[in-house]
């Protein structure tokens, strides 16, 4: 167990639709990222964030966007969702901004049909 | 952008050997390893700083080539447990994180 947390573990929703992925870190860690991992195009980094700050954008549609809380916790909200959005969603998080380990949450399967 | 990793795929019988290599063709700060199992997150394995250092824990290590902007990932007496992907991924310059292609390790009896 990495002690980061995500919700939900599965998520079926249909094309043109929103949803909402939640992250916690780790206690104490302040980074959280956002990958995708899909069959055809391997693990791709989202975004980064830093204490509430966006700190590093990687390949993330417009359609996507995301968010970091005063209490730590991120949100990833994808929108208009197309069939190929269809991926494993994991969030990560690191003590500091650059340079450090990684800690995988679980991740969010997500089925777009 | 993305790191190049070779060999793309691999086959060990328990005991032997390999090498992992990950390329990238831009200036990095670090290499970060790390392997996943089918179906579960990514596990951390090691992170090399510039430096050029070599890491290493029980029978994985790895090294940093930075002038080459490269790195490998070596495995000795394979286990079974060894058996996964193996990603390498680099943070370059703008705070730019990415991961490589992936290697397919298989530890055969």
């Known amino acids: 167990d990495s002690g980061v947390t995500q919700t939900p573990k599965h998520l079926i929703t249909a094309t043109g639709q929103r949803v909402t992925l939640r992250c916690s870190p780790r206690s104490g860690d302040l980074s959280v990222y956002w990958y995708q991992q899909s069959l055809d195009q391997g693990l791709q980094f989202l975004i980064q964030?830093?204490?509430?700050?966006?700190?590093a954008k990687g390949n993330i549609l417009e359609r996507f966007s995301a968010q970091q809380f005063p209490d730590l916790h991120s949100e990833l909200n994808l929108s208009s969702l197309e069939l190929g959005d269809s991926a494993l969603y994991f969030c990560?998080?690191?003590?500091?901004?650059?340079?450090?380990?990684?800690?995988f949450g679980p991740g969010t399967r997500l089925l777009v049909l | 952008q993305q790191p190049v990793q070779s060999p793309q795929a691999v086959i060990l019988r328990e005991g032997e050997d390999a090498v992992i290599n990950c390329s990238s063709s831009k200036a990095l700060y670090s290499v970060h390893w790390y392997r996943q199992k089918h179906g579960e997150a990514p596990v951390f394995l090691m992170i090399l700083l510039k430096g050029g250092e070599q890491k290493g824990h029980d029978k994985i290590s790895a090294s940093f080539n930075e002038k080459k902007q490269q790195s490998s990932l070596y495995l000795t007496a394979s286990q079974l447990s060894y058996s996964g992907t193996y990603f390498c991924?680099?943070?370059?310059?703008?705070?730019?994180?990415?991961f490589g292609t992936g290697t397919s390790l298989t530890v055969i009896p």
């Open positions: 964030y830093y204490n509430g700050e966006e700190r």
């Open positions: 990560a998080s690191s003590g500091r901004v650059t340079g450090e380990t990684q800690y």
């Open positions: 991924g680099t943070l370059s310059t703008g705070n730019q994180f990415y």
